[in-house]
């Protein structure tokens, strides 16, 4: 059994060889590879599959008088709507932080206030190769009206610390990748 090292907590350790790989299907916002790969022990893996994304935000954005700018969208896989936090797709020749700005602001109207990145995670690293950049901007405030794209149906919500935390401890932020980074938060400020 390996010794518990922080530092090697996200490593190489036990990297599959690939034998060989083929893009099945090509689109925008999801790219389907299959790959033959090769495992440490020599053992063959012919089916497995790989969907690509351009990497991800997230933003945890609470305002000047504490409140956590919220949204509400019908999210079709699920069939239902669901509470979320800002979010999108870093565009070519972005930074993450640009693009975590850019879509709060046109998400939400909400811009300004102080910015850390709060944490990096992976939706599924089985089977995913993008990352999501989690931000916490704190202090922002309304700058302007939402600017949505063609597709997006969405309402913004400010809700207060007890609001969002009744979300979580009743289970109702879905998407995991937004009920981490709101975990994280309530935990460290000791919310819970």
Request: glycine content about 6%.
């Amino acid at each position: 059994m390996k010794d518990f090292n922080i530092d090697d907590a996200v490593s190489e350790d036990g990297r599959w060889e690939t034998v060989s790989s083929e893009y099945l299907f090509r689109r925008p916002w999801l790219t389907v590879r299959h790959d033959q790969v090769k495992l440490p022990d020599g053992r063959i893996n012919p089916e497995f599959y790989v969907l690509e994304y351009p990497d991800w935000i997230n933003v945890i954005a609470i305002t000047e008088d504490g409140h956590f700018v919220m949204e509400r969208q019908f999210r079709y896989g699920l069939g239902k709507t669901c509470y979320e936090i800002p979010a999108g797709v870093i565009e070519k020749g972005e930074t993450a932080l640009q693009a975590a700005r850019r879509e709060l602001l046109e998400e939400t109207g909400f811009g300004g206030g102080e910015w850390k990145e709060f944490m990096l995670i992976s939706g599924n690293p089985s089977t995913t190769s993008n990352l999501t950049h989690c931000f916490l901007a704190t202090g922002v405030a309304k700058q302007s009206s939402q600017h949505l794209d063609s597709t997006e149906d969405l309402s913004v919500c400010l809700l207060t610390c007890d609001q969002v935390r009744q979300l979580l401890t009743a289970d109702k932020i879905r998407q995991s990748l937004m009920a981490a980074p709101l975990w994280k938060y309530f935990a460290e400020n000791r919310l819970l």
